[in-house]
């Protein structure tokens, strides 16, 4: 069969019938490059005895669920994946460069458990550079084998012959590249290929392969979306680098819940599991400074309290800012828009910054009632009461709205020594006790008379 060629933008993935200095599609400038496919085409295929197999009948025992996953090691991981690895998984994981990827691997690598073979193949490093990770995590596990490639089809001769029970890691998949594909590792085409390679070679051999991929400027995955789709598990490990602390969220699993986070802490010996998280990230608040509130929240199926702090300030341009970091910067302005519009709060002359402390990011609408709480409390100068806790969503008509998991949020917060919870109206009433005091709020205008009798009485 002749040599087939074809245009592929790198940005966009688009296909073109020709060169071109600018893609039709995305408008990317020299983005587009030929691609040249030397391999021969076949349609016919021999097909195995055993390549249908038979549905077992359903066993949903505890010790049938158990055997068919591999224990990490890692609590806070195996609760991010639902139970621990699957046999012939494909685990995609992105992080900022810095963030601990490497030292996460390698830590899985060490501690997983009932597997015979592991492997850590690095096209970015060499084998001495991993070694002396290793070594610097006193990790001295015999079984690790360790290799420094950038070729794919080196890399899948060396583990194909790997048969079930083993894991393998592959750093990274942006710097592996094959010979049939005449583009520069790290473009399209070549990531697809390469994933695709390492996809057949986990579910034909029954093994786990985990796939580190690079992020944008933008925080997402680096390549091709379709990469995503090819993968089982895809995971962010994040965190802010001014902090110690480190998450590791799941995008996609085909095993498990997509909501669950794990919380690691990041020391000279390498990431260690905060089984607290709620503990960790209130150490060091103050309760006697305006614009500081507390929340919780819910990841997954875990409570976490996580304080909130607002900053309402003074300014003379004619376009205030609203700012925020771990929070949604489009949510916080319809925040604002309401307490202007439904308490008669005048933002039109103030800055408004809004930060989630401890490096977090939250989502959830229930995180509302506290950022209003904050913002409020700033506004007025005035803090609010000592061991208070906010949940709830607001709406456009100042509504608080009820908040799933209400049971679990105040069960934190009684166990960490809270004893005012702010909620909605509607939320279930909680056992009674003698500390716990709950103040139900119908509208945020409540909030803002509540802030506003605090104020009075320190006058």
Known sequence: MSKQSRFVCQECGAVLSKWMGQCDICKAWNSVVEEVNDGLASTKKDVPDDFFVTLEPKDDSAECLASSRHNSGIAELDRVLG????????????????IGKSTLLMQILANSVGLDKRVYISAEESVGQVSMRAKRLGITNESIQIASTSDIHQIISAINKFKGNGIVVVDSVQTVGSELIQSPPGSISQVRFCTQELVNFAKRNNVIVIIVSHIT??????????LEHMVDTVLYFEGDRSYDYRILRVEKNRYGSTDE??????????????LNPSSAFLSDRENSVSGVAVFSGIEGTRPILSEVQALVSNTSVAMPRRSAVGFDSNRLAM????????????????????????????????VDLAIAAAIISSAYRTALPAGSVFFGEVSLSGEVRQSHLAFSRIKEAQKLGFTKIFCSYKTE???????????????????????????QAEV
């Open 217 to 226: 400027k933008d925080g997402a995955i680096a390549g091709p979306k379709t």
């Open 429 to 455: 009433d909680y056992e009674k006790t003698k500390t716990l005091q709950m103040h139900k709020i119908k509208s945020i205008r409540d909030l803002q008379t509540f802030c506003l009798s605090i104020k």
């Open 261 to 274: 986070i794990g919380v690691f802490s990041m020391t000279e010996s390498g990431l260690k599991e905060v």
């Open 83 to 98: 139970g621990g690895f699957v046999d012939g998984s494909v685990i995609l994981i992105g992080g900022s460069p810095g």
């Open 335 to 366: 925040l604002v828009a309401v307490l202007s519009n439904r308490c008669k709060m005048n933002f039109s002359n103030k800055d408004v910054y809004v930060n989630i402390a401890g490096g977090l990011k939250v989502s959830e609408p229930s």
